[in-house]
Nanobody, 115 residues
Framework: QVQLVESGGGLVQPGGSLRLSCAAS????????MGWYRQAPGKLRDLVAV???????NYADSVKGRFTVSRVNTNNTAYLQMNSLKPEDTAVYYC?????????WGQGTQVTVSS
């Protein structure tokens, strides 16, 4: 069992920055993939960015060049640095982890980009 706790969401103006954090607990094994998905009102949950334990990353086209995903393997913590935020980035952001064939999700943190 894995528990994921996100932090760092909030309200920011267009062009601003936010950093999300996700701390995983409850497992002694190294998590293979960690990352972030987001869900805007009335839309499906979509990939934002993920990173493997080896450092390979995958980003949604809409965030490439603006967002950076990173992680610290020793304590299973993932980060999402979000720069040049746009109103269309407004969504609930969910931390994600994959371990031994199971998917785990955090409770979500709201990110609102508005002037």
């Amino acid at each position: 069992q894995v528990q994921l706790v996100e932090s760092g969401g909030g309200l920011v103006q267009p062009g601003g920055s936010l950093r999300l954090s996700c701390a995983a607990s409850g497992t002694i094994f190294s998590i293979n993939t960690m990352g972030w998905y987001r869900q805007a009102p009335g839309k499906l949950r979509d990939l934002v960015a993920v990173i493997t334990s080896g450092g390979r990353t995958n980003y949604a086209d809409s965030v490439k060049g603006r967002f950076t995903v990173s992680r610290v393997n020793t304590n299973n913590t993932a980060y999402l640095q979000m720069n040049s935020l746009k109103p269309e980035d407004t969504a609930v952001y969910y931390c994600y982890a994959a371990l031994l064939g199971y998917d785990y999700w955090g409770q979500g943190t709201q990110v609102t980009v508005s002037s």
